[in-house]
């Protein structure tokens, strides 16, 4: 039995979508967060709110939406940003604001270009002020990493006293190496007089591949906080992925004197909800989420596991969530046989608008595809999601020719803003066509960065999950769409990131240049 508990803080809806293209519109934050609740993860880092009116109302619908997780909002050590933070999460239940402030030499000369002394005098006076809306306040030494210890440790000691509850130390660019990091918070917590009056927690980047490694070396000298993101999301190479710190330690209970609460079947559907909405696939040989993650292909590996799982498995696949692929519905199956496997699934409409409206893509789906599988159903779900969600844009009707010999050529009529409008194009597939018919009518001026088709389920009737990613002005969007007809799903994930593309406002990033 592990002796303490280890606070998971999730930031796949903050440092996560810092990740280019990985830009979420409220409704996905809000479904995240619903299924992060699911997963019992302790903190949820909702947005940084004062980025803009978009971050500020999303951070706002996590706080109304989640009761049970604490929900967290970002903010520079800057008054507007603490008030702002503080004024997003007045709904939640049980609210933390995180301020920041960069204590490495490099970023306080370069970046804020202010004194050591005038960064602690601002982080103490940006912890005191964010006192007045909880007091569950979190405080990081931004770049913490490539920070001097004798400084580190007094800014600490001084935001401890201030009223600090969480002191988090990032490893900002991914620069520290396990035993170092690890020798680091040891270091820390034995040094700073105050420090058993606050949890340490660390928040490390991939750049080295060293995420996971860093914070686990952490967790064995007394962090008891780790912040992570699903899929490890985030800037540049990412944050540490939830799904391997907590099956670390899970698994090696041997080694960690600590164990999280979360209820880890959740992690593969959470997996699978954060690469749908982002548009970014797992790697198949990722650990624990990855679709080889539990995948036996030598002959002698497979022989053992059936003589004894243990010998070639370390975790079980349905501790983590993987189910296996079943035929769950076909065209017979009626509208209540369809919602209880929607609520086996935790897959939950807003409405009962929305339900019916699952449901005739359902059946227009059977038509056309005789298995309907647990992953078609999820598909369905994200795509009614996404058009209901009060769109701009919307495709009516699409018909393509495409022939041997001919200029592939698509005609379509969208809606724009409540009006039907009509457009055609050629191009040099059915696919370009299509999207050259879109921007006919639509103008973007974002560039196409990426294409990519995946089969939701094998077979050819599967179902084609289209992701695009578009660029302008240096902000990346990205949209998904599925269909059994891969030309449709191409031509509504590209709507779905014009439709996001239009929602997500122009945005402060919050480490980029300061106060
Ligand atoms: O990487 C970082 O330093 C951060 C801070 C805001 C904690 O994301
Ligand atoms: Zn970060």
């Not at 080295?208 to 912040?227: D, F, M, P, T, Y």
């Not at 009529?413 to 194009?425: D, R, W």
């Not at 599967?462 to 902000?475: I, M, P, S």
Request: overall charge negative; proline content about 3%.
């Amino acid at each position: 039995m592990s002796q303490d508990k280890l606070i998971i803080f999730d930031t796949t809806l903050r440092d996560g979508e810092q990740s280019p293209g990985a830009s979420m519109t409220k409704d996905e934050k809000v479904r995240i967060a619903r299924a992060l609740e699911k997963m019992h993860v302790d903190v949820i880092e909702a947005g940084f709110p004062i980025a803009s009116t978009g971050d500020f109302e999303a951070v706002k619908a996590v706080a109304e939406a989640v009761r049970e997780s604490t929900i967290c909002g970002l903010a520079r050590s800057l008054e507007k940003d603490i008030r702002c933070a503080g004024e997003a999460l007045t709904a939640a239940e049980s609210s933390r604001i995180h301020t920041f402030i960069a204590t490495s030499p490099i970023h306080m000369e370069m970046k804020l270009r202010m004194t050591p002394d005038a960064v602690l005098e601002q982080a103490v006076m940006a912890v005191k002020m964010a006192r007045e809306y909880t007091d569950n306040v979190e405080f990081s030494p931004e770049d913490a990493g490539r920070s001097e210890t004798d400084f580190l440790c007094r800014v600490i000691e001084a935001v401890i006293d201030a009223g600090a509850t969480t002191i988090n130390i990032p490893d900002t660019v991914g620069y520290n190496i396990p035993h170092q990091f690890g020798a680091l918070i040891a270091t820390l917590r034995e040094r700073i007089p105050n420090a058993d009056k606050a949890i340490f927690s660390v928040h490390c980047h991939n750049d080295l591949g060293l995420a996971v490694g860093n914070s686990l070396s952490a967790v064995l000298n007394g962090a008891r906080q780790v912040e992570c993101t699903i899929n490890g999301l985030g800037e540049r190479a990412g944050n540490a992925s939830l799904e391997e710190v907590v099956m670390a330690v899970r698994t090696r209970q041997d080694i960690f004197h600590c164990d999280t609460t979360l209820d880890t079947t959740q992690i593969v559907p959470c997996s699978k909800l954060v690469s749908s909405v982002t548009g970014f696939p797992v790697q198949p040989n990722k650990a624990i989420v990855g679709a080889n993650a539990f995948a036996h292909e030598a002959g002698i590996h497979q022989d053992g596991i059936l003589k004894s799982r243990e010998t070639y498995e370390i975790m079980r696949a349905e501790d983590v969530g993987w189910k296996a692929s079943r035929m769950v519905l076909g065209k017979h199956s009626g509208r209540n046989a369809f919602k209880s496997h929607l609520r086996e699934l935790n897959i939950e409409f807003n409405s009962e608008q929305e339900l019916n409206e699952a449901f005739s893509r359902f059946k227009e789906l059977a038509d056309k595809k005789h298995e309907i599988f647990d992953e078609d159903l999820h598909a369905i779900a994200a795509d009614t999601n996404w058009s209901t969600e009060n769109e701009f844009f919307k495709l009516i009707s699409l018909k393509v020719c495409s022939e041997t010999g001919e200029i592939p050529a698509a005609t379509l009529v969208l809606e724009i803003g409540g009006e039907e409008v009509p457009a055609a194009a050629t191009g040099g597939g059915p696919v370009d066509a299509t999207f050259r018919a879109i921007e006919t009518v639509v103008n973007s001026e974002t560039r196409l960065q990426l294409y990519s088709v995946n089969n939701i389920t094998s077979g050819t009737d599967a179902q084609g999950e289209v992701t695009v990613r578009l660029k302008k002005d240096g902000r990346i969007v990205s949209g998904q769409g599925a269909d059994t007809d891969i030309v449709i799903a191409s031509a509504n994930a590209y709507i779905n990131a014009l439709n996001k593309w239009n929602k997500i406002q122009d945005r402060e990033h919050p480490q980029r240049g300061n106060v």
